[in-house]
């Protein structure tokens, strides 16, 4: 079993970058798919990008296509998600996901992931 642990959210103001981390441990992370994932109050958590395991293929929502960029390093449990050019419409709350299936070629989907860390905020001021 996976356990994922994000880190790297906080306040920004628009137009600024963060960088997110998740760092996996209790399995082989490079066994899985992993994804970003976001939740805004109210909203439904919507996929923002999905890795392949040998991080060739990144599939990305329109939402955020050209600003965030995933990645991932097996050597270091560790998948990242940077976020350039952040917009208010941003602040949410950013969940990593791993899932045993997969390579996939379209923006993340919820039932596709088996493991959820417990998020990180991350709040864009105007």
């Known amino acids: 079993q996976v356990q994922l642990v994000e880190s790297g959210g906080g306040s920004v103001q628009a137009g600024g970058s963060l960088r997110l981390s998740c760092t996996a441990s209790r399995s082989t992370p490079e066994n899985h798919y992993m994804a970003w994932f976001r939740q805004a109050p109210g909203k439904e958590r919507e996929g923002l990008a999905g890795?392949?395991?040998?991080?060739?293929?990144?599939p990305y929502a329109d939402s955020v296509k050209g600003r965030f960029t995933i990645s991932r390093d097996n050597a270091k449990n560790t998948l990242y998600l940077q976020m350039n050019n952040l917009k208010p419409d941003d602040t949410a709350m950013y969940y990593c996901a791993a899932s045993r299936g997969g390579p996939y070629f379209m923006p993340p989907r919820l039932t596709d992931f088996t493991y959820w860390g417990q998020g990180t905020q991350v709040t864009v001021s105007s």
């Open positions: 890795v392949s395991r040998d991080g060739t293929t990144t």
